[in-house]
Protein backbone atom coordinates (compact mmCIF):
# COMPACT_ATOMS: atom_id res chain seq x y z
CA UNK A 1 0.00 0.00 0.00
CA UNK A 2 1.39 3.41 -1.01
CA UNK A 3 1.72 6.28 1.55
CA UNK A 4 -1.49 8.24 1.84
CA UNK A 5 -2.53 11.84 2.94
CA UNK A 6 -3.92 11.70 6.47
CA UNK A 7 -4.65 15.07 7.42
CA UNK A 8 -4.24 18.88 6.47
CA UNK A 9 -3.95 21.52 8.53
CA UNK A 10 -4.95 25.36 7.01
CA UNK A 11 -3.99 28.45 9.58
CA UNK A 12 -0.37 29.93 8.50
CA UNK A 13 -0.44 32.67 6.24
CA UNK A 14 3.00 32.46 4.48
CA UNK A 15 5.70 29.59 3.52
CA UNK A 16 6.40 26.82 6.14
CA UNK A 17 9.61 26.66 7.08
CA UNK A 18 9.30 23.77 9.62
CA UNK A 19 7.74 20.99 11.04
CA UNK A 20 8.11 18.31 13.63
CA UNK A 21 6.36 15.70 15.50
CA UNK A 22 6.05 15.53 19.50
CA UNK A 23 7.81 12.02 21.08
CA UNK A 24 3.53 11.01 21.53
CA UNK A 25 2.60 12.00 18.38
CA UNK A 26 -0.21 13.66 19.52
CA UNK A 27 1.18 17.12 18.20
CA UNK A 28 3.31 18.45 15.62
CA UNK A 29 4.86 21.66 15.19
CA UNK A 30 5.46 23.68 12.50
CA UNK A 31 7.30 27.22 11.91
CA UNK A 32 6.32 29.77 8.85
CA UNK A 33 7.79 32.68 7.20
CA UNK A 34 4.58 34.21 9.10
CA UNK A 35 6.51 34.84 12.30
CA UNK A 36 4.00 32.07 14.07
CA UNK A 37 4.77 28.71 15.24
CA UNK A 38 1.64 26.59 15.70
CA UNK A 39 0.93 23.67 16.96
CA UNK A 40 -1.41 20.89 15.84
CA UNK A 41 -3.09 18.55 17.57
CA UNK A 42 -3.67 14.88 15.93
CA UNK A 43 -7.01 14.30 17.65
CA UNK A 44 -9.62 15.37 15.57
CA UNK A 45 -11.46 18.42 16.49
CA UNK A 46 -9.06 19.65 18.93
CA UNK A 47 -7.93 23.12 17.76
CA UNK A 48 -4.67 24.53 17.00
CA UNK A 49 -2.35 26.66 19.32
CA UNK A 50 -0.92 29.22 17.15
CA UNK A 51 1.95 30.90 18.86
CA UNK A 52 3.17 34.65 18.96
CA UNK A 53 6.32 36.24 19.87
CA UNK A 54 8.95 36.09 16.91
CA UNK A 55 9.27 39.62 15.77
CA UNK A 56 10.18 38.03 12.20
CA UNK A 57 10.13 34.62 10.20
CA UNK A 58 10.11 31.62 12.48
CA UNK A 59 12.87 29.53 9.82
CA UNK A 60 13.08 25.90 12.61
CA UNK A 61 10.47 24.40 15.13
CA UNK A 62 11.65 21.10 17.10
CA UNK A 63 10.04 19.15 20.10
CA UNK A 64 12.27 18.33 22.43
CA UNK A 65 12.87 14.35 23.09
CA UNK A 66 10.62 14.17 26.10
CA UNK A 67 7.71 16.74 24.38
CA UNK A 68 7.89 19.35 27.16
CA UNK A 69 9.46 21.69 24.89
CA UNK A 70 9.53 23.26 21.77
CA UNK A 71 12.32 25.16 20.41
CA UNK A 72 11.94 27.64 17.60
CA UNK A 73 14.70 29.41 15.68
CA UNK A 74 14.35 32.84 14.02
CA UNK A 75 15.02 35.61 11.29
CA UNK A 76 14.76 37.77 14.26
CA UNK A 77 18.45 36.52 15.31
CA UNK A 78 16.73 34.75 18.64
CA UNK A 79 15.75 30.71 19.86
CA UNK A 80 13.17 30.80 21.77
CA UNK A 81 11.85 27.54 24.36
CA UNK A 82 8.06 27.27 24.29
CA UNK A 83 5.57 24.80 26.34
CA UNK A 84 3.46 23.63 24.26
CA UNK A 85 0.02 24.30 25.91
CA UNK A 86 -2.53 27.06 26.10
CA UNK A 87 -0.89 29.48 27.46
CA UNK A 88 1.70 29.18 25.40
CA UNK A 89 4.40 30.78 27.46
CA UNK A 90 8.10 31.16 25.90
CA UNK A 91 11.42 31.99 26.88
CA UNK A 92 13.62 34.17 24.50
CA UNK A 93 17.79 34.31 24.21
CA UNK A 94 19.74 36.23 22.08
CA UNK A 95 21.20 33.54 20.33
CA UNK A 96 23.02 35.05 17.31
CA UNK A 97 23.50 38.19 15.13
CA UNK A 98 21.77 37.26 11.93
CA UNK A 99 18.94 34.83 11.30
CA UNK A 100 18.81 31.43 12.99
CA UNK A 101 17.82 28.52 10.20
CA UNK A 102 18.42 25.68 12.66
CA UNK A 103 17.62 24.35 16.08
CA UNK A 104 18.46 20.78 17.22
CA UNK A 105 18.27 19.22 20.73
CA UNK A 106 20.43 16.24 21.61
CA UNK A 107 18.75 12.95 22.20
CA UNK A 108 19.10 13.54 26.56
CA UNK A 109 17.57 16.73 25.86
CA UNK A 110 20.17 18.65 28.00
CA UNK A 111 21.53 20.52 24.81
CA UNK A 112 20.44 22.67 22.03
CA UNK A 113 22.84 23.35 18.79
CA UNK A 114 21.57 26.36 16.63
CA UNK A 115 23.30 27.20 13.01
CA UNK A 116 22.81 30.78 11.67
CA UNK A 117 23.62 33.29 8.88
CA UNK A 118 26.42 34.66 11.35
CA UNK A 119 28.31 31.90 10.03
CA UNK A 120 28.63 30.11 13.41
CA UNK A 121 27.03 27.07 14.88
CA UNK A 122 26.37 27.35 18.88
CA UNK A 123 25.83 25.35 21.58
CA UNK A 124 23.76 25.55 24.74
CA UNK A 125 22.81 24.21 27.48
CA UNK A 126 18.63 23.61 27.82
CA UNK A 127 17.80 24.48 30.83
CA UNK A 128 19.13 27.35 31.53
CA UNK A 129 19.79 28.70 27.90
CA UNK A 130 23.32 29.04 28.79
CA UNK A 131 25.69 29.61 26.00
CA UNK A 132 28.46 27.08 26.35
CA UNK A 133 30.42 27.33 22.93
CA UNK A 134 30.64 28.27 18.69
CA UNK A 135 32.04 26.31 16.41
CA UNK A 136 33.17 29.25 13.39
CA UNK A 137 35.26 27.73 10.80
CA UNK A 138 32.45 27.84 8.22
CA UNK A 139 32.93 31.11 5.56
CA UNK A 140 29.07 31.57 4.80
CA UNK A 141 25.61 31.16 5.97
CA UNK A 142 25.32 28.15 7.93
CA UNK A 143 21.71 26.30 7.26
CA UNK A 144 21.56 23.10 9.54
CA UNK A 145 23.13 21.40 12.18
CA UNK A 146 22.70 18.38 14.15
CA UNK A 147 23.58 16.95 16.94
CA UNK A 148 24.72 12.64 16.15
CA UNK A 149 22.35 10.21 18.23
CA UNK A 150 24.98 9.35 20.78
CA UNK A 151 25.56 13.35 20.96
CA UNK A 152 28.83 13.13 20.58
CA UNK A 153 29.90 14.72 16.94
CA UNK A 154 27.58 17.63 15.46
CA UNK A 155 26.92 17.89 11.39
CA UNK A 156 26.51 21.37 10.28
CA UNK A 157 26.30 22.20 6.68
CA UNK A 158 26.55 25.36 5.20
CA UNK A 159 25.90 28.08 1.81
CA UNK A 160 30.21 27.54 1.72
CA UNK A 161 29.36 24.23 0.17
CA UNK A 162 31.24 22.27 2.49
CA UNK A 163 29.24 20.00 5.48
CA UNK A 164 31.42 19.77 8.53
CA UNK A 165 31.88 16.93 10.94
CA UNK A 166 32.78 18.21 14.49
CA UNK A 167 33.47 16.55 17.84
CA UNK A 168 31.70 18.24 20.45
CA UNK A 169 34.18 17.55 23.48
CA UNK A 170 37.43 18.55 21.94
CA UNK A 171 35.23 21.59 19.77
CA UNK A 172 37.20 20.73 16.51
CA UNK A 173 36.34 20.04 12.68
CA UNK A 174 37.11 16.50 12.42
CA UNK A 175 36.19 16.20 9.04
CA UNK A 176 34.45 18.69 6.25
CA UNK A 177 32.83 16.78 3.52
CA UNK A 178 33.17 19.58 0.49
CA UNK A 179 30.12 19.35 -1.13
CA UNK A 180 30.99 21.12 -5.07
CA UNK A 181 27.87 20.94 -6.99
CA UNK A 182 25.71 23.45 -4.75
CA UNK A 183 24.83 24.71 -1.44
CA UNK A 184 23.75 22.34 1.42
CA UNK A 185 20.07 22.97 2.57
CA UNK A 186 19.57 19.95 5.16
CA UNK A 187 21.94 17.51 6.77
CA UNK A 188 20.85 14.89 9.45
CA UNK A 189 22.48 11.52 10.82
CA UNK A 190 21.23 8.48 10.28
CA UNK A 191 19.83 6.55 13.52
CA UNK A 192 22.53 4.47 13.65
CA UNK A 193 25.15 6.86 14.07
CA UNK A 194 27.26 5.77 11.35
CA UNK A 195 26.49 8.13 8.62
CA UNK A 196 25.19 11.52 7.27
CA UNK A 197 22.64 12.49 4.66
CA UNK A 198 22.50 15.91 2.97
CA UNK A 199 20.28 17.85 0.46
CA UNK A 200 21.46 20.11 -2.11
CA UNK A 201 20.70 22.82 -4.61
CA UNK A 202 22.10 20.67 -7.11
CA UNK A 203 19.22 18.28 -6.97
CA UNK A 204 20.77 15.51 -5.01
CA UNK A 205 20.96 13.76 -2.26
CA UNK A 206 24.57 12.21 -0.57
CA UNK A 207 25.14 9.78 1.94
CA UNK A 208 28.55 9.88 3.93
CA UNK A 209 29.78 7.22 5.74
CA UNK A 210 31.34 9.67 8.77
CA UNK A 211 33.48 6.76 10.01
CA UNK A 212 35.53 6.30 6.79
CA UNK A 213 34.81 9.85 5.56
CA UNK A 214 33.48 8.62 1.86
CA UNK A 215 30.50 8.59 -0.46
CA UNK A 216 28.35 5.72 0.01
CA UNK A 217 24.86 6.46 -2.24
CA UNK A 218 24.18 9.36 -4.43
CA UNK A 219 20.82 9.96 -5.38
CA UNK A 220 20.24 12.49 -8.58
CA UNK A 221 16.90 14.43 -8.39
CA UNK A 222 15.22 16.80 -10.89
CA UNK A 223 15.23 19.68 -8.32
CA UNK A 224 16.55 21.33 -5.29
CA UNK A 225 16.38 19.22 -2.55
CA UNK A 226 15.28 21.51 0.65
CA UNK A 227 14.63 18.76 3.68
CA UNK A 228 15.28 15.52 4.40
CA UNK A 229 14.36 13.08 7.35
CA UNK A 230 15.73 9.37 8.39
CA UNK A 231 12.95 6.63 8.79
CA UNK A 232 13.47 5.66 12.67
CA UNK A 233 14.26 2.04 11.48
CA UNK A 234 17.24 3.82 9.24
CA UNK A 235 15.73 1.62 5.88
CA UNK A 236 14.36 5.05 4.00
CA UNK A 237 14.68 8.64 3.55
CA UNK A 238 12.07 10.87 2.42
CA UNK A 239 12.60 13.95 0.69
CA UNK A 240 10.75 17.72 0.03
CA UNK A 241 11.74 19.26 -2.96
CA UNK A 242 11.36 22.89 -5.08
CA UNK A 243 9.19 20.47 -7.60
CA UNK A 244 6.82 20.12 -5.30
CA UNK A 245 7.13 16.10 -4.51
CA UNK A 246 8.00 14.50 -1.52
CA UNK A 247 10.17 11.40 -2.13
CA UNK A 248 10.60 8.27 -0.83
CA UNK A 249 13.71 6.43 -0.94
CA UNK A 250 14.66 2.84 -0.30
CA UNK A 251 18.18 3.26 1.04
CA UNK A 252 18.45 -0.65 1.14
CA UNK A 253 18.01 -0.92 -2.67
CA UNK A 254 19.42 2.19 -3.13
CA UNK A 255 16.61 3.57 -5.34
CA UNK A 256 13.79 5.75 -4.87
CA UNK A 257 10.41 4.23 -3.80
CA UNK A 258 7.35 6.68 -4.15
CA UNK A 259 7.05 10.41 -5.48
CA UNK A 260 3.86 12.21 -3.76
CA UNK A 261 2.16 15.16 -5.15
CA UNK A 262 0.55 17.38 -2.38
CA UNK A 263 2.20 20.75 -2.24
CA UNK A 264 1.32 23.38 -4.52
CA UNK A 265 4.63 25.24 -5.21
CA UNK A 266 7.78 23.77 -3.38
CA UNK A 267 8.13 21.22 -0.24
CA UNK A 268 9.69 22.89 2.13
CA UNK A 269 10.16 20.55 5.15
CA UNK A 270 9.47 17.22 5.59
CA UNK A 271 9.92 14.92 8.95
CA UNK A 272 9.00 11.63 10.21
CA UNK A 273 7.48 10.70 13.27
CA UNK A 274 9.39 9.34 16.13
CA UNK A 275 7.63 5.49 15.59
CA UNK A 276 8.00 6.09 11.96
CA UNK A 277 4.01 5.38 10.84
CA UNK A 278 3.67 9.00 9.64
CA UNK A 279 5.52 11.96 8.23
CA UNK A 280 4.29 15.53 7.84
CA UNK A 281 5.75 18.00 5.31
CA UNK A 282 5.13 21.81 4.95
CA UNK A 283 5.02 23.86 1.60
CA UNK A 284 5.13 27.62 0.34
CA UNK A 285 1.29 26.78 -0.23
CA UNK A 286 1.46 27.57 3.76
CA UNK A 287 0.02 24.07 3.77
CA UNK A 288 1.16 21.71 6.57
CA UNK A 289 0.16 17.91 5.59
CA UNK A 290 0.29 14.74 7.51
CA UNK A 291 1.03 11.24 5.38
CA UNK A 292 0.85 7.55 6.41
CA UNK A 293 3.59 5.85 5.91
CA UNK A 294 2.06 3.05 5.11
CA UNK A 295 5.31 0.77 4.45
CA UNK A 296 4.53 -3.20 4.46
CA UNK A 297 4.96 -3.37 8.48
CA UNK A 298 7.32 -6.42 8.30
CA UNK A 299 9.58 -3.74 6.71
CA UNK A 300 10.09 -1.81 9.82
CA UNK A 301 8.10 -2.81 12.94
CA UNK A 302 9.94 -5.70 13.39
CA UNK A 303 13.31 -3.56 13.23
CA UNK A 304 12.14 -1.55 15.46
CA UNK A 305 11.32 -3.50 18.24
CA UNK A 306 13.99 -6.43 18.18
CA UNK A 307 17.02 -4.74 15.35
CA UNK A 308 16.99 -8.49 14.73
CA UNK A 309 19.70 -9.37 11.47
CA UNK A 310 18.33 -9.29 8.01
CA UNK A 311 19.07 -11.59 5.29
CA UNK A 312 22.20 -11.49 3.38
CA UNK A 313 23.10 -8.30 0.93
CA UNK A 314 23.68 -9.67 -2.47
CA UNK A 315 27.36 -8.99 -2.96
CA UNK A 316 27.28 -7.31 -6.31
CA UNK A 317 24.85 -4.61 -5.44
CA UNK A 318 26.19 -1.75 -2.72
CA UNK A 319 23.61 -0.90 -0.37
CA UNK A 320 23.84 1.02 2.54
CA UNK A 321 23.31 -2.24 5.03
CA UNK A 322 26.72 -4.01 3.34
CA UNK A 323 28.11 -0.32 4.31
CA UNK A 324 26.69 -0.77 7.69
CA UNK A 325 28.33 -3.92 8.78
CA UNK A 326 25.78 -4.48 11.87
CA UNK A 327 23.54 -6.12 10.39
CA UNK A 328 20.30 -4.40 12.18
CA UNK A 329 18.34 -3.89 9.02
CA UNK A 330 15.58 -6.56 7.59
CA UNK A 331 15.16 -6.39 4.17
CA UNK A 332 11.49 -7.85 3.45
CA UNK A 333 10.64 -10.57 5.53
CA UNK A 334 9.32 -13.54 3.39
CA UNK A 335 5.57 -14.90 4.07
CA UNK A 336 6.78 -18.57 4.81
CA UNK A 337 9.01 -17.26 7.55
CA UNK A 338 5.89 -16.48 9.81
CA UNK A 339 5.91 -20.18 10.79
CA UNK A 340 9.36 -20.85 11.53
CA UNK A 341 9.68 -21.90 15.78
CA UNK A 342 8.89 -19.51 18.11
CA UNK A 343 11.91 -20.62 20.39
CA UNK A 344 14.36 -20.88 17.59
CA UNK A 345 13.13 -16.78 16.69
CA UNK A 346 13.76 -15.92 20.37
CA UNK A 347 16.86 -17.37 20.31
CA UNK A 348 17.93 -15.43 16.90
CA UNK A 349 16.32 -12.35 18.61
CA UNK A 350 18.30 -12.52 21.58
CA UNK A 351 21.43 -13.01 19.79
CA UNK A 352 20.80 -10.25 17.43
CA UNK A 353 20.21 -7.84 20.61
CA UNK A 354 24.12 -9.36 22.14
CA UNK A 355 25.55 -8.79 18.44
CA UNK A 356 24.05 -5.74 18.24
CA UNK A 357 25.42 -4.38 22.16
CA UNK A 358 29.04 -5.97 20.93
CA UNK A 359 28.69 -3.77 17.63
CA UNK A 360 27.97 -0.75 20.14
CA UNK A 361 30.57 -1.27 22.02
CA UNK A 362 33.20 -1.57 19.58
CA UNK A 363 32.06 1.73 18.24
CA UNK A 364 32.24 3.15 21.60
CA UNK A 365 35.81 1.41 22.47
CA UNK A 366 37.08 2.39 18.32
CA UNK A 367 36.14 6.10 18.74
CA UNK A 368 37.82 6.11 22.31
CA UNK A 369 40.92 4.72 20.54
CA UNK A 370 40.77 7.61 17.76
CA UNK A 371 40.38 10.35 20.88
CA UNK A 372 43.24 9.03 22.51
CA UNK A 373 45.40 8.79 19.21
CA UNK A 374 44.35 12.14 18.75
CA UNK A 375 45.52 13.63 22.21
CA UNK A 376 48.35 11.73 21.73
CA UNK A 377 49.45 13.52 19.24
CA UNK A 378 48.82 16.63 20.66
CA UNK A 379 50.85 15.56 23.80
CA UNK A 380 53.85 14.37 21.37
CA UNK A 381 53.31 18.10 19.49
CA UNK A 382 53.39 19.79 22.53
CA UNK A 383 56.52 17.94 23.85
CA UNK A 384 58.00 18.57 20.50
CA UNK A 385 57.59 22.54 21.39
CA UNK A 386 58.69 22.47 24.49
CA UNK A 387 62.37 20.62 23.45
CA UNK A 388 62.43 22.87 20.97
CA UNK A 389 62.12 26.10 22.93
CA UNK A 390 64.44 24.71 25.56
CA UNK A 391 67.23 24.22 22.67
CA UNK A 392 67.23 27.91 21.75
CA UNK A 393 67.11 29.15 25.66
CA UNK A 394 70.21 27.26 25.78
CA UNK A 395 71.48 28.71 22.54
CA UNK A 396 70.82 32.24 23.88
CA UNK A 397 71.95 31.83 26.70
CA UNK A 398 75.55 30.05 25.56
CA UNK A 399 75.10 33.14 22.63
Given at each position: ??????????????????????????????????????????????????????????????????????????????????????????????????????????????????????????????????????????????????????????????????????????????????????????????????????????????????????????????????????????????????????????????????????????????????????????????????????????????????????????????????????????????????????????????????????????????????????????????????????????QNKTN
Open positions: EDPSLERHFKGHRDAVTSVDFSLNKKQLASGSMDSCLMIWSMRPQMRAYRFVGHKDAVMCVQFSPSGHLVASGSRDKTVRLWVPSVKGESTVFKAHTATVRSVHFSSDGQSLVTASDDKTVKVWTVHRQKFLFSLSQHINWVRCARFSPDGRLIVSASDDKTVKLWDKTSRECIHSFCEHGGFVNHVDFHPSGTCIAAAGTDNTVKVWDVRMNRLLQHYQGNAVVNSLSFHPSGNYLVTASNDSTLKILDLLEGRLLYTLHGHQGPATCVAFSRAGDLFASGGSDEQVMVWKTNFDAADYGDVLKTQKSGTSVDGTHRTLQSEMDCGVHLKKTKPQDSGRNHAQQEEEISLANTLEHIMGQLDVLTQTVSILEQRLTLTEDKLKECLENQQKII
